[in-house]
C-alpha cells in the first residue's frame, strides 16, 4: 500500500514507493533528487520526492 505524505499542500513519496510505481532504480531517483533534476529532500533518514517533478522528468526521458 502507498502511503502518500503530504507536507505544505504537495504530494510527496517515499523514494522507494518511486521505484515501485514508477519501475525505476531506487539509486536513480534519488541520484535525481541530489542533483536536483526532481524536487525532492532527505527527512530523518529517508528520502522523498515530489511526485508531479518525478513525473515531468520521467516523461522528458
Known sequence: M?????LENK???S???AADKYNY??????RWVKRRKVKGFKHAGKW?????SLK??????
Do not use: A, H, M, N
Open 56 to 61: 515531468l522528468w520521467i516523461d522528458g526521458l
Open 48 to 52: 522523498y520526492v515530489y511526485e508531479p
Open 25 to 30: 532504480c531506487l539509486r536513480s531517483i534519488r
Open 11 to 13: 504530494k510527496y513519496i
Open 15 to 17: 523514494t522507494s514507493e
Open 2 to 6: 502507498t502511503q502518500i505524505t503530504i
